[in-house]
């Protein structure tokens, strides 16, 4: 939900003004998540689209480890 969320945002708004709006979403989304302080810690320091994702899919990937 995150990731679609933040394309629809970029796709809406442009970058970087889409992905900061998504911000104030990413408690929501991560709530109760082992391990998510430190994903939106480096998501509230990322303002482009491709960092955001990429990010998303670092934090998938030590999940599924």
Do not use: K, T
Not at 2 to 15: D, I, K, M, T
Not at 38 to 55: I, S, T, V, Y
């Amino acid at each position: 939900l995150c990731r679609e969320h933040l394309c629809a945002s970029v796709e809406a708004r442009g970058e970087p003004f889409g992905v900061r709006i998504v911000r104030r979403h990413l408690a929501g989304y991560l709530q109760g998540v082992r391990g998510a302080a430190a994903l939106r810690r480096a998501l509230n320091g990322c303002d482009c689209l491709a960092g955001c994702l990429e990010l998303c899919d670092r934090f998938e990937g030590l999940r599924a480890a």
